[in-house]
């Protein structure tokens, strides 16, 4: 039990739609980070928030956005959905934002874009 | 840029036998590496991390050796349980820390059979 939290566990969107993800982390954990896992591949990471301003970004399209809130709650958007979005998406949370920070994985939102 | 590969699975294997995962890298710096494990239905958690040539990272009768030399950590365990059936990620993290995430290998699926 990791104590991070998402939301939903399975969603299933059309191709344009607009898709909101949900996060609630630790408790003091004030870094969030998300990650994108293709199937049969290792995570990617997309962007990292701490104290609600993004801290750093992968290789991924602006289209990709996100939102840290003060009470350890976040959000991934992610706008005109293509297919290759679909994918399973984890949010983790961690202390601090050093590079050494052991991150405390949820089980993942899977996105389904038809 | 960074890149993580591990060997392919699935690694089927009876309960007592020895284990190794293969794991190598390529970073532009001196990363942090880690093992994270992900057992059925749950979260990734950390297994075992090493921040510097040399260390030896353990946890639950795992090992691995940070070997910048050769590039690897490769992990190890001499007697495996049913109970560590799971998929095994390896990752880096370079210099930016958390600014550029966690870098992850595809994972490696690992079966033990009684």
């Known amino acids: 039990e990791t104590g991070v939290t998402q939301s939903p566990t399975h969603l299933i969107k059309t191709r344009g739609q607009q898709v909101t993800l949900r996060c609630s982390s630790q408790s003091g954990h004030n870094t969030v980070s998300w990650y994108q896992q293709a199937l049969g591949q290792g995570p990617q990471f997309i962007f990292q928030?701490?104290?609600?301003?993004?801290?750093g970004r992968g290789n991924f399209p602006p289209r990709f956005s996100g939102l840290q809130f003060p009470n350890y709650s976040s959000e991934l958007n992610v706008n005109a959905l293509e297919l290759d979005d679909s994918a399973l998406y984890l949010c983790?949370?961690?202390?601090?934002?050093?590079?050494?920070?052991?991150?405390?994985f949820g089980s993942g939102t899977q996105l389904s874009v038809l | 840029g960074n890149s993580v590969t591990q060997m392919e699975g699935p690694v089927t294997l009876s309960e007592e036998a020895f284990l190794t995962i293969n794991c190598t890298y390529t970073a532009t710096g001196y990363p942090s590496l880690f093992w994270y494990v992900q057992y059925p239905g749950e979260g990734l958690q950390l297994l075992l991390k090493?921040?510097?040539?040399?260390d030896k990272g353990s946890n639950k009768g795992f090992e691995a050796t940070y070997r910048k030399e050769t590039t690897s950590f490769h992990l190890e365990k001499g007697s495996v349980q049913v109970s560590d059936s799971a998929v095994y990620f390896c990752?880096?993290?370079?210099?930016?820390?958390?600014?550029?995430?966690?870098?992850f290998g595809k994972g490696t699926h690992l079966i033990i059979q009684p």
């Open positions: 090493a921040t510097k040539a040399d």
């Open positions: 990752a880096l993290s370079d210099a930016r820390g958390g600014a550029d995430g966690l870098t």
């Open positions: 928030y701490y104290r609600e301003e993004e801290n």
């Open positions: 983790a949370s961690s202390f601090d934002r050093g590079r050494d920070e052991k991150l405390f």
